[in-house]
Every structure is written in C-alpha cells, then in structure tokens.
C-alpha cells in the first residue's frame, strides 16, 4: 500500500518519526519516492523503548568499542529452539527457587527448635545455632 500524495504519506507514523529525527531543513527536501525507499529499508527495523537502554562507549588505544544492553518484553515469535530454551530456563528458575525457600525454610525451622531448647538428637548439634547465637544475637 503505498501514499501517493505527499501529504499522506509524510502522516505514515514511520516517516513522521523519521521525519522528527532530522533538522527542519532537511524534511521538506524528501521526494516521495526517498521517503518510501527509508521506509522500506528502515522499516523492519524495531524502534521500540525497552525497559533497559544502557549504551556505552569504550576507547581502548586507537580503537572505540560500543557496547549496547537492551531488555524488556518480547513481543516477537519465538522459534522452537527458543521456545525449548526459554521453557528449560524456567525449570531452573523453578527449580533453584524451590530448593533456596525450602533450605530456608529448614534453618528457620532448626532455628526456631534450638530458640526453643528442643534437642531431637541428645548430644548432637549441626552448630548453626551457636554460630547465629555469636553473629546475630550478641
């Protein structure tokens, strides 16, 4: 679908964006012809806001070096070997989460029946409970 009257088509939310990027000299010098070739070759290209946008410059000797972190939501499809990583990804996330709240779970229950003086197993003591005693207690 293309604009042919150049009022229409320098509306195209792309142009107009492209548009408000360059000096007001050069905006009115586009043909609509140029104007259809950028968004054509521009197009594609996503020029969404991500929730991170931390960008930065290296000089190391003669050279720069530029290093771009970028995240946030994916809106685009996933293949099926992303697909595949990003559901093993969570297994572990799920996993190790799992195993940490059930750990802590346990030293808060340990810590609790040494607080209160219950001896499970007569002369044997794993001595957390007298390390937190010494760490946090005195």
Known sequence: MHETAS???REDPFVRGLLAKLPASARATFSDEQLLALKAALGGRAWGVHAVDIRWTLKFWRWRYYFVLLAGRNRREL???EREVARMAMALFVAGF???STLLGLL???LTKSALGIDLLPGF???IWGWFQDSFLR
């Open 7 to 9: 009022g229409d088509l």
């Open 79 to 81: 293949s099926r070997r």
């Open 98 to 100: 799992i195993t940490l």
């Open 108 to 110: 808060v229950l340990y």
């Open 125 to 127: 003591s794993l001595g």
